[in-house]
């Protein structure tokens, strides 16, 4: 699927723009958890088959991850796909749980 197959897509399901720059933070968050890049079986960070997207969008900037909707919906697929390992704060905020009690 290109770029543009994404951008269509996304027109249609992209969420407001607070919902994901939550999603790009939580994306950071488990990129910071995978400094060895997947090599190590520890359970952390991305698996080996997103660890070069995560990093690449994890490294850029917001306003270029999040500037085109087909970015915008791959970090939101990311940050859906790794929420276990996202603080809860910001799995609320992107909407992906509704337990707003998780985190003081």
Do not use: C, I
């Amino acid at each position: 699927m290109g770029l543009r197959d994404l951008d269509r897509e996304a027109a249609k399901t992209l969420p407001s723009r607070d919902k994901l720059q939550a999603a790009y933070d939580a994306v950071r968050t488990v990129a910071g958890y995978d400094p060895d890049h997947a090599q190590l079986a520890n359970r952390l960070g991305f698996a080996r088959s997103d660890v070069v997207l995560g990093h690449a969008l994890a490294s850029s900037s917001p306003s270029a991850a999040l500037g085109s909707p087909g970015m915008a919906l791959l970090v939101w697929r990311l940050a859906m796909r790794y929420r276990r390992q996202a603080p809860p704060r910001l799995n609320y905020v992107t909407g992906f749980t509704d337990q707003d009690d998780l985190f003081d």
